[in-house]
T-cell receptor, first 115, second 114 residues
Framework: GAVVSQHPSWVICKSGTSVKIECRSL??????MFWYRQFPKQSLMLMAT?????????EQGVEKDKFLINHASLTLSTLTVTSAHPEDSSFYIC???????????FGSGTRLTVV | GENVEQHPSTLSVQEGDSAVIKCTYS??????FPWYKQELGKGPQLIID?????GEKKDQRIAVTLNKTAKHFSLHITETQPEDSAVYFC?????????????FGGGTRLMVKP
C-alpha cells in the first residue's frame, strides 16, 4: 500500500532556531500533501494543503511566514518551522492523497519540543 | 465545510466486551468515511472505511455502519483486546475547490482493561 515516510520522529530545538520536517511518499506520487498539528489529547488540526509545484494553501490562523511548506516534487514535501518558540511545541503529521484515489495516507508524525 | 462530531471522548471497556463509537457529520454531500486508530506518539492508521453507497462494512472484529439519512456513522469493535487501546478518530470527506478534504472528529480514547 501507499506509504508516507516522515522524519525526524522527534526533535528538540532551542527557541529562535528553525526546524525542518520531511515527508516522502515511498511508492506513489503524492500530488497533494497535507500538514496537521496535534496538541495533547486533541484532534488533528489542518495547517495547510500543498500541491506539487504550487504555493501552499494555509488554514485560517496559521502563519505562512512561520510555517514554510515546500512541495517541490511529487514525492517530497517539507515543513519548516521558522524561529520556533515553546508554543510551537506539538506533534506534526503529514498526509498524502494518492492521485486518483479518495484515501489518505499519514506519516508517523514528528514530536517537536522547543526549549 | 464539513463538521464532524464524535462521541464519547473516552470509553473504558473490559477485555472481551464490545465498544461502540459514534460520529455525526453535517455535509450531506460527503461520501467517504474512514476510521483511524492512533497509538501514542504515532500517526493515524486507517482501520476501516465506508462509502456512502454502503450501509455496513465488516473486517474481522471491526465493523462500521452508516446512516446517510441521519448523517451518522459508527465504529463497532467486538471482543476487545488490550491492544485495541488507542485513540480512534472518525472522519468525513468533503469537497472544495482544492478537491476532496478530510475533516476529523474530536477523537475517542478507548481503554480496554484486562
Amino acid at each position: 500500500g501507499a506509504v508516507v515516510s516522515q522524519h525526524p520522529s522527534w526533535v528538540i530545538c532551542k527557541s529562535g532556531t528553525s526546524v525542518k520536517i520531511e515527508c516522502r511518499s515511498l511508492d506513489f506520487q503524492a500530488t497533494t500533501m497535507f500538514w496537521y498539528r496535534q496538541f495533547p489529547k486533541q484532534s488533528l488540526m489542518l495547517m495547510a494543503t500543498s500541491n506539487e509545484g504550487s504555493k501552499a494553501t494555509y488554514e485560517q490562523g496559521v502563519e505562512k511566514d512561520k510555517f514554510l511548506i515546500n512541495h517541490a516534487s511529487l514525492t517530497l514535501s517539507t515543513l519548516t518551522v521558522t524561529s520556533a518558540h515553546p508554543e510551537d511545541s506539538s506533534f506534526y503529521i503529514c498526509s498524502a492523497r494518492v492521485a486518483g484515489a479518495v484515501g489518505y495516507t499519514f506519516g508517523s508524525g514528528t514530536r517537536l519540543t522547543v526549549v | 465545510g464539513e463538521n464532524v462530531e464524535q462521541h464519547p471522548s473516552t470509553l473504558s471497556v473490559q477485555e472481551g466486551d464490545s465498544a461502540v463509537i459514534k460520529c455525526t457529520y453535517s455535509d450531506s454531500a460527503s461520501n467517504y468515511f474512514p476510521w483511524y486508530k492512533q497509538e501514542l506518539g504515532k500517526g493515524p492508521q486507517l482501520i476501516i472505511d465506508i462509502r456512502s453507497n454502503v450501509g455496513e462494512k465488516k473486517d474481522q472484529r471491526i465493523a462500521v455502519t452508516l446512516n446517510k439519512t441521519a448523517k451518522h456513522f459508527s465504529l463497532h469493535i467486538t471482543e476487545t483486546q488490550p491492544e485495541d487501546s488507542a485513540v480512534y478518530f472518525c472522519a468525513a470527506i468533503y469537497y472544495n475547490n482544492a478537491g476532496n478534504m478530510l475533516t476529523f472528529g474530536g477523537g475517542t480514547r478507548l481503554m480496554v482493561k484486562p
